[in-house]
């Protein structure tokens, strides 16, 4: 039993995931290996980021819909700086 007396139970055991293949805007892979490095990176991270943020509100009363929902907010409200105007 943890602190508090709350039994704990083990996280579910995680699913394989598999890498994306990274792609140009022409549809091409990313061949080059440390781009490829990063993105991976930069994902784990953004997921392990949003896991957190899921457990934490489900542990504090918050509805798993609404912060699924939110988490996907975020993600649609990203801005690409780099993009080109027409």
């Known amino acids: 039993m943890s ?14 995931r598999r890498n994306a293949v990274w792609r140009t805007p022409e ?3 990313v061949s080059c290996l440390e781009k490829i490095k990063v993105l991976d990176q930069n994902i784990e991270e953004i997921r392990q980021l949003s896991q957190d943020a899921l457990e934490d509100a489900v542990l504090m009363g918050c509805a798993e819909d609404q912060i699924r929902d939110v ?3 975020v993600v649609e409200g990203l801005q690409n700086p780099y993009r080109k105007r027409k």
């Open 3 to 16: 602190e508090g007396g709350a039994k704990r139970t083990a996280a579910p055991a995680k699913k394989p």
């Open 71 to 73: 988490l996907r907010n």
């Open 27 to 29: 549809g091409k892979p």
